[in-house]
DNA sequence: GTGGTCTAGACCACC
DNA sequence: GTGGTCTAGACCACG
């Protein structure tokens, strides 16, 4: 489910952190589901437990997922999304470094918005468009 | 003009050359414009003059400026988007980063739409909302 | 009575132990009480009887609780707290702790103490405040 | 400055992160100063500097450090305080614990706000009395 | 068997 | 020089 980019700038350990919540967010993991184990992880992606560990770590800082001892690593059944004043400064510094990419790539807002339409749609558009159903999963 | 954030995790390189980018699409920086010299630049934005360097030198492989031997690094002044197969994909993954990074904060659609539009705006609507004159310029 | 969260990283046999001494401080088990069996117990909070096993004998260790062959487990009738040097670092390493961590969530020491003073009520003033009967019971 | 106990149950890397929090309380640590470097600290107190390096992320995502590119990590000089609701619940089950602990050793009302002031004074009372100057750092 | 922690040693980007 | 990331291999507490 998980595709690393072992050539990638973007850390092993945040492109697992992404793919985690990208598949969350497909429904292909639901929440309640057991996640693979550390080492099952690890082996099925080839990188190193502790690389794993630490993408876990990160996830259930943000309470995407949650850990029972000795028993795995969960996904979290009550997620409830919270606006941090910061979070929202960051998200605006990324989308605006988009548009302006998105500028020098020739591409008008119309073509954005489009892009992002189809980007919606690919992350199963259900969950997404009109309804706001986080807090029911 | 360009605000460096030396705790920030982006490298202060990349950190120039989006500053330069903005300047260059809101307008305040003019295509066939002189930039300041690498000194000038590094002393105004306290900044190793490497670094500086460095960031002109990319914006200069992305043909965004270009240096007049003995003369200086002005705008290019005829700027051609072109739509690199590989520089799409990277813009396609880093808007999904952005669509589930939202979701997780509890954004909808209409929210991320007009977040995105916002930020469209304070870069200027003039040159980018219904038609692309970038390369008129 | 005691409510177990299994996806705490402290100890679920840690959780016992604070619980079922709590529960004691409270009045809600009485000295001379017969606590449930291991079994009772960890059907009731639904944990490995191991888990329960191993949290009573840390309660024998602590002569909280003492256990009569053949007839179950019973809350001490004769505690006597005793003060040794050991424990009572500890407790002072977990103050301080407190209080730094409460600095630096913009609490002063006012705002700390009328914290000590809510909690010392919750768990019941009339065997805390004034005098200290625990020897008497 | 910072003594670590490797025999003790809490993590090198919490002691380090405890460690740190108490020195800059103290005042031996400054805002605005430079730590030493992961690699120092870590030959200072004879750890892997991976663990020198995780309690160091600790504290940076907590806002009391941060790190300048190249330079080395210094102490935030404008931390504000923020008290999440998630967080005061933690510090409340901790104090709770330290009441029922000290219930157990024999220790009155009274007796723990005497050993908390005196763990107060210890920290520097000039800044955690009466007022509240954590923003004028 | 689970995750958590630690060490040792290595490579890399950045300044 | 700095911190950031990763691997390999080990030990431990917990259930």
Redesign the pocket.
């Known amino acids: 489910m998980i595709i690393i980019d072992s050539r990638s700038s973007t850390?092993?350990?945040?492109q697992i952190v992404d793919g985690i919540k990208e598949n969350i967010l497909k429904g292909i993991i639901q929440p309640g589901d057991r996640?693979p184990?550390?080492?099952?992880m690890s082996s099925m992606i080839t990188?190193?437990?502790?690389?794993v560990?630490?993408a876990?770590?990160e996830l259930?800082r943000q309470k995407v997922i949650e850990?029972i001892?000795?028993?795995?690593?969960y996904v979290t059944s009550n997620y409830k999304p919270k606006v941090e004043e910061e979070r929202m400064e960051i998200l605006k510094e990324d989308i605006k470094k988009i548009v302006v990419e998105a500028h020098y790539m020739g591409l008008k807002k119309d073509d954005l918005v489009k892009l992002m339409d189809e980007i919606f749609n690919n992350l199963d558009g259900t969950q997404l468009t009109s309804t706001n159903n986080i807090e029911k999963k």
Chains 1, 2, 3, 4 share one sequence.
């Open positions: 850390p092993i350990y945040q996640l184990s550390v080492r099952e990188a190193n437990p502790n690389t560990s630490r876990y770590s259930e850990t001892r000795g028993k795995g690593t």
